[in-house]
């Protein structure tokens, strides 16, 4: 007799797996971890991850908060004054989103900047 397993079955083991492949060559790549090491410390957070998570249906948003503030700080940090056409493409971001994302980092910017005056003033 077979056992025939699922595709949604196949995914999740697959989830699981990747999860630890990519942490793993996260530990690698950025903190010099040995392989055996960095395999062993991406099954435990895999692991802890099952255990926190198991049972509940999860969807990952499309572009969830992390990814919009990652995409932020790479486009702000290209911006030279005259390139807001090519980082609204390259991006895919409305050219109003930019310049939402531009006026909150020069709200920043003078924010610290007052700051800085303030204590310098005392």
Not at 3 to 15: A, C, G, I, K
Not at 74 to 88: D, F, K, M, P, S
């Amino acid at each position: 007799m077979s056992f025939n397993v699922s595709e949604q079955t196949r995914r999740r083991n697959r989830l699981m797996e990747d999860i630890i492949i990519f942490i793993s060559d996260e530990l690698i790549k950025h903190y010099n971890i040995n392989k055996d090491d960095a395999i062993k410390s991406a099954e435990e957070i895999a692991l802890n991850l099952h255990g926190e998570w198991r049972g509940i249906s999860i969807v990952f948003p499309v572009r969830p908060e992390i990814v919009i503030n990652r995409q932020k700080q790479q486009a702000l940090a290209e911006y030279n004054g005259r390139n807001i056409t090519e980082i609204v493409k390259k991006y895919g971001i409305a050219e109003n989103t930019f310049y939402v994302w531009l006026k909150e980092e020069y709200a920043k910017i003078k924010e610290q900047r007052d700051k800085d005056q303030a204590s310098l003033d005392l």
